[in-house]
């Protein structure tokens, strides 16, 4: 059970680089429920003392325990960075070994190391040495369909001391198309005792309850679905938890976490980098609304809060009046 590894939710915020950010985890730990993920860290940019990298990794002001998620390739990093993390405030740590990204893969870390299981073993097994942290590792069904190794890689990781495991249904080649396989999931739960974290095409509170009856998973991670709903977050936990079905979320609640999410970026990037950011959340919080894609052609001309937050105002205020005439 994954509460005996101290977590009070079978829920958890997925890592999404440049999105679980800061704002993001304070905002979604806000609206309750739920276990809190970074976005991951490069522990080579760690080590160089990358200012950037250091900002992401320090958790210390955050009132809820936070899983620092870590990526690399080499074993030695991994010491340093598992260390520093624990002084900087990470809760729990995990490493990434499903991260399908150009970049990640060339460096031989992410996905890549689900092609070189026994660097991945020496990998888990130090930092579980170096630190006394629990540990997870979140990989991928596979490499592609040709190499699905899941079942196999997920023994390992428990063989070499992970605490838990995320599976992300999945290979590197699909990366984000195509339907998860809650089947290779299923089948990793069976192959090891550790707990094992379901993830993907969970977007609802009945889709997480239907993954862990099919694959009978401890958790469920939510990543994409998120986005621009945060609260959804806590209306799986609460529905897993205490089943208390989900209410809809009105046009105006979305429009005042919207704006919530808008300032918690001024307050953590500073205007002149929380402005350009704000872009991508007002188009993923007005996505199922009339007009969205006339109303994020503007916004994204907007060169000021000053003028945004008005157009966010008047916008969501036309959509909820027009919703109440609708009726």
Same mark, same amino acid.
Request: proline fraction near 5%.
């Given at each position: 059970?994954?509460?005996?590894?101290?977590? /009070?939710?079978?829920?958890?915020?997925?890592?999404?680089?440049?999105?679980?950010?800061?704002?993001?985890?304070?905002?979604?730990?806000?609206?309750?429920?739920?276990?809190?993920?970074?976005?991951?860290?490069?522990?080579?940019?760690? /080590?160089?003392?990358?200012?950037?990298?250091?900002?992401?990794?320090?958790?210390?002001?955050?009132? !809820?325990?936070?899983?620092?998620?870590?990526?690399?390739?080499?074993?030695?990093?991994?010491?340093?960075?598992?260390?520093?993390? /624990?002084?900087?405030?990470?809760?729990?740590?995990?490493?990434?070994?499903?991260?399908?990204?150009?970049k990640i893969v060339n460096n031989h870390?992410?996905?890549?190391?689900?092609?070189?299981?026994?660097?991945?073993?020496?990998?888990?097994?130090?930092?579980?040495?170096?630190?006394?942290?629990?540990?997870?590792?979140?990989?991928?069904?596979?490499?592609?369909?040709?190499?699905?190794?899941?079942?196999?890689?997920?023994?390992?990781?428990?063989?070499?001391?992970?605490?838990?495991?995320?599976?992300?249904?999945?290979?590197?080649?699909?990366? !984000?198309?195509?339907?998860?396989?809650?089947?290779?999931?299923?089948?990793?739960?069976?192959?090891?005792?550790?707990?094992?974290?379901?993830?993907?095409?969970?977007?609802?509170? /009945?889709?997480?309850?239907?993954?862990?009856? !099919?694959?009978?998973?401890?958790?469920?991670?939510?990543?994409?679905?998120?986005?621009?709903?945060?609260?959804?977050?806590?209306?799986?936990?609460?529905?897993?938890?205490?089943?208390?079905?989900?209410?809809?979320?009105?046009?105006?609640?979305?429009?005042?976490?919207?704006?919530?999410?808008?300032?918690?970026?001024?307050?953590?990037?500073?205007?002149?980098?929380?402005?350009?950011?704000?872009?991508?959340?007002v188009c993923w919080y007005c996505k199922?609304?009339r007009d969205a894609r006339k109303f994020?052609?503007? !916004?994204?001309?907007?060169?000021?809060?000053?003028?945004?937050?008005?157009?966010?105002?008047?916008?969501?205020?036309?959509?909820?009046?027009?919703?109440?005439?609708?009726?």
């Amino acid at each position: 059970m994954i509460q005996d590894l101290g977590f /009070q939710s079978p829920v958890f915020l997925a890592p999404m680089a440049g999105i679980t950010d800061k704002p993001m985890r304070r905002l979604v730990a806000s609206l309750g429920g739920g276990n809190i993920v970074s976005e991951m860290v490069a522990i080579n940019a760690l /080590q160089r003392k990358n200012p950037k990298s250091f900002r992401i990794a320090d958790v210390r002001d955050e009132p !809820y325990p936070v899983t620092v998620q870590m990526v690399g390739g080499d074993v030695e990093l991994f010491i340093e960075a598992a260390e520093f993390l /624990q002084e900087l405030g990470a809760a729990t740590l995990d490493i990434n070994m499903g991260c399908p990204v150009k970049k990640i893969v060339n460096n031989h870390s992410g996905s890549d190391l689900m092609r070189n299981p026994e660097l991945a073993s020496r990998i888990i097994s130090t930092v579980k040495k170096s630190s006394p942290l629990k540990l997870s590792v979140k990989f991928r069904k596979g490499w592609d369909n040709n190499h699905v190794n899941a079942v196999e890689f997920a023994q390992m990781c428990e063989e070499s001391g992970a605490d838990f495991i995320t599976v992300h249904g999945r290979t590197r080649s699909d990366f !984000y198309s195509g339907t998860a396989d809650w089947d290779i999931i299923a089948a990793v739960k069976a192959a090891v005792k550790i707990p094992v974290i379901g993830n993907g095409d969970i977007n609802s509170p /009945q889709s997480a309850k239907k993954m862990l009856e !099919y694959t009978h998973a401890d958790g469920v991670m939510v990543g994409r679905a998120a986005l621009g709903a945060p609260w959804l977050i806590s209306q799986i936990h609460n529905y897993l938890t205490a089943k208390e079905e989900p209410q809809p979320v009105s046009i105006t609640d979305t429009k005042n976490i919207l704006l919530r999410h808008i300032k918690e970026l001024i307050s953590y990037y500073g205007e002149k980098l929380a402005l350009p950011l704000s872009r991508k959340y007002v188009c993923w919080y007005c996505k199922n609304l009339r007009d969205a894609r006339k109303f994020r052609e503007h !916004y994204v001309r907007i060169d000021n809060f000053a003028a945004a937050f008005q157009a966010i105002e008047d916008y969501f205020n036309a959509c909820e009046m027009l919703k109440g005439e609708d009726k």
